[in-house]
Nanobody
């Protein structure tokens, strides 16, 4: 069983920045591929960013590329999402996810690629 706990969400003005954190339990965190998704009210959960087990490989949705950065610190069992130049339409609950059964890296852009999910943290972008 893997437990994921997101934090760092909050209210920010358009153009501002937030850094989300996802603290993970698990004995083999360094072997998990990780992802961030978001879900706005009435919308489907959508892919935001992914990162390989080692952190060497990253993947971003086109809408956030150049503004968001996913990273991880395996020593702290934590994945981060640095979000810059936030837009009001990016208001959503943001979720981290873990692929427990990992092999070689590939872009994991669907929720079906992940075995475990956190509870989400709310990000609200005003204006």
């Amino acid at each position: 069983q893997v437990q994921l706990v997101e934090s760092g969400g909050g209210l920010v003005q358009a153009g501002g920045s937030l850094r989300l954190s996802c603290a993970a339990s698990g004995r083999t965190f360094s072997s998990y591929h990780m992802g961030w998704f978001r879900q706005a009210p009435g919308k489907e959960r959508e892919f935001v960013a992914g990162i390989s087990d080692s952190g060497v490989n990253t993947d971003y949705s086109d809408s956030v590329k150049g503004r968001f950065t996913i990273s991880r610190d395996n020593a702290k069992n934590t994945v981060y999402l640095q979000m810059n130049s936030l837009k009001p339409e990016e208001t959503a609950f943001y979720y981290c996810a873990a692929d427990h059964d990992t092999g070689a890296w590939y872009n994991r852009r669907t929720l079906y690629a992940y075995n475990y999910w956190g509870q989400g943290t709310q990000v609200t972008v005003s204006s």
